[in-house]
T-cell receptor, first 114, second 112 residues
C-alpha cells in the first residue's frame, strides 16, 4: 500500500543544521514534497523534487532523494527560531486512482532552541 | 491575491448539531480537497472533488458531507453522525499538472 513515514520530533540548537527524514513505499511516486505548518495555520509548500533528481537546493533548504531506498530528507542550514514548525513529507504516486493524490506523512515537529 | 479562504477560523458546536465549514478559492482550480488533522496523525482525506457537481469519498468520509455546486466553493458539513469531530480541518485545491496543493489556513472545530 501507499505510506509515508516520518519521525515525529526533532530538536536542534539555533544556528545548527536540521535534517528531517522521510521514507515512502510507493516507488512510482513522481514528485515528493516538503510542506511547513506553523501553529494554527495551513500547510505551506516549501519545496519539491522530481523523482529523477538526486538533490535540489533552494537557499537554506537542501532536499536529497535516494530513490533506491525510497528515502527523502530535508536539510535546513543555519536553523532559526522561525523554522520551528511541523514539516510534512508528501508523495505523489503515479497511479493515484484517477485524481491528483498526495500521500502525507504524520509530520515532524521541529523545535529550535537557543 | 489568489488563495483559499476557510471560515470561520474557530468553531464551537454542541453535540448533536450539524455544522458547515466554508472553503472558497479564487485560483480557478478544478480540484478541491478536505483533510482532517489530529495531533500526531498527520492529514487524513475526508472528501475530494475534481470537477463541479462531482465529489468522491476519501479515507474517513463517515459522518461528513460535501457539495460542489460552484467551482470556487467546496463546503464541508460535519454531521451529528461524526463521533469525534473535534479536530483541525484543512481545505486544499489544485489544478492538473500543478506541483502539490494550495492549502487554506484551516478551521478548528471544537465540540462542547
Amino acid at each position: 500500500g501507499e505510506d509515508v513515514e516520518q519521525s515525529l520530533f526533532l530538536s536542534v540548537r539555533e544556528g545548527d543544521s536540521s535534517v528531517i527524514n522521510c521514507t515512502y513505499t510507493d516507488s512510482s511516486s513522481t514528485y515528493l514534497y516538503w510542506y511547513k505548518q506553523e501553529p494554527g495555520a495551513g500547510l505551506q509548500l516549501l519545496t519539491y523534487i522530481f523523482s529523477n533528481m538526486d538533490m535540489k537546493q533552494d537557499q537554506r533548504l537542501t532536499v536529497l532523494l535516494n530513490k533506491k531506498d525510497k528515502h527523502l530528507s530535508l536539510r535546513i542550514a543555519d536553523t532559526q527560531t522561525g523554522d520551528s514548525a511541523i514539516y510534512f513529507c508528501a508523495a505523489h504516486p503515479l497511479f493515484s486512482g484517477g485524481y491528483n493524490k498526495l500521500i502525507f506523512g504524520a509530520g515532524t515537529r521541529l523545535a529550535v532552541h537557543p | 491575491d489568489g488563495g483559499i479562504t476557510q471560515s470561520p477560523k474557530y468553531l464551537f458546536r454542541k453535540e448533536g448539531q450539524n455544522v458547515t465549514l466554508s472553503c472558497e478559492q479564487n485560483l480557478n482550480h478544478d480540484a478541491m480537497y478536505w483533510y482532517r488533522q489530529d495531533p500526531g496523525q498527520g492529514l487524513r482525506l475526508i472528501y475530494y472533488s475534481q470537477i463541479v457537481n462531482d465529489f468522491q469519498k476519501g479515507d474517513i468520509a463517515e459522518g461528513y458531507s460535501v457539495s460542489r455546486e460552484k467551482k470556487e466553493s467546496f463546503p464541508l458539513t460535519v454531521t451529528s453522525a461524526q463521533k469525534n469531530p473535534t479536530a483541525f480541518y484543512l481545505c486544499a485545491s489544485n489544478h492538473p499538472g500543478d506541483y502539490g496543493y494550495t492549502f487554506g489556513s484551516g478551521t478548528r472545530l471544537t465540540v462542547v
